[in-house]
């Protein structure tokens, strides 16, 4: 996969991982910072030179890790 595949596959997966991002968030605003993390990440990943056989899953692992860091983080502010 190279860049300009995995831009085209975000063009139409990136509203379901806004909702995926978002319910996992509970928050519109918050799943969207994260949809941005995925991205970044996942750009960085294919011009890294990351071999990617299920691109879909793939990016939706990547969002779910991003999710979970992101609660994480929100729940350690929560504390201080």
């Given at each position: 996969?190279?860049?300009?595949?995995?831009e085209a596959m975000?063009?139409?997966l990136r509203p379901r991982l806004?909702?995926?991002c978002a319910r996992m968030a509970g928050s519109v605003i918050?799943?969207?910072?994260?949809?941005?993390?995925v991205l970044i990440k996942a750009l960085q990943?294919?011009?890294?030179?990351?071999?990617?056989?299920?691109p879909e899953q793939w990016?939706?692992?990547i969002a779910h890790n991003a999710a979970q860091?992101?609660?994480?983080?929100?729940?350690?502010k929560g504390r201080a």
């Open positions: 996969m190279n860049r300009a595949t995995l975000l063009v139409g806004h909702r995926y918050d799943g969207e910072d994260i949809v941005q993390e990943a294919i011009d890294g030179g990351a071999m990617v056989e299920r990016l939706f692992r860091d992101h609660l994480r983080r929100r729940n350690r």
